[in-house]
């Protein structure tokens, strides 16, 4: 009988047990559950201020033929603070070219930085861009499919002439056509640059036709 009467007891202590269990852990608030859990977000891709990307497209006897506080590289967005008007102005009209109408037209070349592909030679030591040209790869259906290179805009500021850089940026940009593949390359000049341009290793070959609009 006595056995008996420590049953409740006992069922009594199992249950005071379990509820301990259960209330020492704290319980997280009905708002608190209903917040969802923030998770570590991915670093956010830098946007390149290179036209394209450089890799395996800058001749290295090119960058061993310059001068140390001279620098060979893709135009870059920030060259327009370092002169680039002014230089390009040495070539050509460039007209009202806003930072605005920069940016745009440079973000559409960088869209198509496997067709296009504009350079530029910085004197770091006075942070001035002094030689620009570019190049870009016309696909054809002809030979198999290939490509031609054609080259423009080869302007080196007054500033940096007899530094040869004109021919330093003919090399490198004739080196991006054969890298992207062209079976040759083409540039248009005036008579009186013919013979800078034989000594860059081109030669005349046909007569160039155009139309203004």
């Not at 009202?96 to 037209?105: A, G, Q, S």
Request: charged residues 25%; contains cysteine; neutral net charge.
């Amino acid at each position: 009988m006595a056995s008996l009467l420590l049953i409740p007891k006992i069922i009594m202590s199992l249950y005071d047990r379990t509820r301990n269990r259960s209330t020492s852990a704290p319980v997280a608030p009905a708002d608190d559950l209903a917040k969802p859990v923030s998770l570590p977000s991915a670093p956010a891709q830098p946007v390149s201020d290179l036209q394209f990307n450089p890799d395996g497209l800058i001749s290295e006897e090119v960058l061993k033929g310059l001068p140390e506080n001279l620098k060979i590289r893709p135009l870059s967005r920030s060259d327009y603070d370092k002169g680039f008007v002014e230089t390009l102005s040495q070539l050509t009209t460039v007209g009202n070219l806003t930072r605005e109408v920069f940016d745009e037209r440079f973000a559409k070349l960088q869209k198509y930085n496997e067709v296009y592909f504009s350079i530029a030679i910085e004197d770091v030591s006075i942070g001035k861009v002094v030689a620009l040209g570019t190049i870009f790869i016309e696909d054809k259906f002809i030979h198999e499919a290939g490509s031609v290179g054609h080259i423009e805009d080869i302007v080196v500021n007054d500033c940096a002439r007899g530094k040869n850089l004109g021919r330093i940026v003919i090399e490198a940009l004739k080196y991006i056509g054969q890298r992207r593949g062209a079976y040759k390359t083409l540039l248009a000049c005036s008579e009186k640059n013919i013979g800078f341009y034989n000594k860059c290793g081109m030669s005349q070959k046909e007569v160039v036709m155009s139309v203004y609009y």
